[in-house]
T-cell receptor
Framework: KNEVEQSPQNLTAQEGEFITINCSYS?????LHWLQQHPGGGIVSLFMLSSGKKKHGRLIATINIQEKHSSLHITASHPRDSAVYICAVRSAGNQFYFGTGTSLTVIP | ETGVTQSPTHLIKTRGQQVTLRCSSQ?????VSWYQQALGQGPQFIFQ???????GRGNFPPRFSGLQFPNYSSELNVNALELDDSALYLC??????????????FGPGTRLTVL
């Protein structure tokens, strides 16, 4: 049983589509991170959330602490958004748990 | 902007050998975390160091050990390598106190292959 579950595992979208990736977790957390990983391994931290909502460009991340759920939205998707998106949580006990990632492919 | 560097980029070892991986944190960061990412899997938390002390550990055996130096660079040491240790090893640094919610900045990783 994973402490962090993501859905979907794989996602293919047409350029311009609105994309949503979901993350559910089962532990008490101090923060939730959305990460982007490109082929070759490099990871970029997109958002760190402990409540509410954050927006950066075409990316929006929300979190519902009561429901232990977070979503990452991409508006007007573009082929350069193609990557693996990983949800990670930092537990109250200072452990880090990662989802297995959502592989996104945006087709021109 | 990430300033975290890792060395080496790639490494091949045989079973039973020992390996040391290195991470140089972004300037001003005093916390470093290490992760193991097997092919096709999400990262797994190995441990975190804050100001040269271990500050949290995941479910990894004692043959995985680490050090953080006064300049906040860090090493991950793995003894008695096993085939399943083949993975991408990532380090990430952050500013601030242990347990804070500062953003982590990831290095590019070291890909370890154990034959």
């Amino acid at each position: 049983k994973n402490e962090v579950e993501q859905s979907p595992q794989n996602l293919t979208a047409q350029e311009g589509e609105f994309i949503t990736i979901n993350c559910s977790y089962s532990v008490g957390i101090s923060a939730l991170h959305w990460l982007q990983q490109h082929p070759g391994g490099g990871i970029v931290s997109l958002f760190m959330l402990s409540s509410g909502k954050k927006k950066h460009g075409r990316l929006i991340a929300t979190i519902n602490i009561q429901e232990k759920h977070s979503s990452l939205h991409i508006t007007a998707s573009h082929p350069r958004d193609s990557a693996v998106y990983i949800c990670a949580v930092r537990s109250a006990g200072n452990q880090f748990y990662f989802g297995t990632g959502t592989s996104l492919t945006v087709i021109p | 902007e990430t300033g975290v560097t890792q060395s080496p980029t790639h490494l091949i070892k045989t079973r039973g050998q020992q390996v040391t991986l290195r991470c140089s944190s972004q300037s001003g960061h005093n916390t470093v975390s290490w992760y193991q990412q097997a092919l096709g899997q999400g990262p797994q938390f190995i441990f975190q160091y804050y100001r040269e002390e271990e500050n949290g550990r995941g479910n990894f055996p004692p043959r995985f050990s680490g050090l953080q130096f006064p300049n906040y660079s860090s090493e991950l040491n793995v003894n008695a390598l096993e085939l399943d240790d083949s993975a991408l090893y990532l380090c990430a640094s952050s500013r601030g106190l242990a347990g804070s919610t500062d953003t982590q900045y990831f290095g590019p990783g070291t890909r370890l292959t154990v034959l």
